[in-house]
């Protein structure tokens, strides 16, 4: 099963921004809503932003609003989280999944981490202060 593959992650200060990106090459996820999720070290895994398969939904973590938009290019196959006004705080692997079923249309709630499967390696975001 083909993995995503994340990149874009870096050492940025405070303030700064990052645009990450998520591939799958050779494995379509157009039909998918895709997630980004973050980890940072002693924490569990934690949602930060998601977007339906037709990109007409997104969700955002609270804390990341205003901040951060996720954003996704069908044809290129391909899913972005840029990421503005970088926090300490937002220090952790970056990773990418995409929702376990096909063509959702929107979540009632906010998405679940079980949601997702086909994790990609996570990319490291570091924000110094």
Not at 37 to 54: D, H, L, N
Not at 62 to 67: P, T
């Amino acid at each position: 099963q083909v993995q995503p593959v994340e990149s874009g992650g870096g050492l940025v200060q405070a303030g700064g921004s990052l645009r990450l990106s998520c591939s799958a090459p050779g494995r379509t996820f157009s039909m998918n809503a895709m997630g980004w999720f973050r980890q940072a070290p002693g924490k569990e895994r934690e949602f930060v932003a998601a977007i339906t398969w037709r990109g007409t939904s997104v969700y955002y973590k609270d804390s990341v609003k205003g901040r951060f938009t996720i954003s996704r290019d069908n044809a290129k196959n391909t899913v972005y989280l840029q990421m503005n006004s970088l926090k300490p705080e937002d220090t952790a692997i970056y990773y990418c999944a995409a929702d376990k079923i096909r063509f959702r249309q929107d979540w009632s709630g906010s998405p679940l981490t079980s949601d997702f499967g086909s994790w990609g390696q996570g990319t490291q975001v570091t924000v110094s202060s």
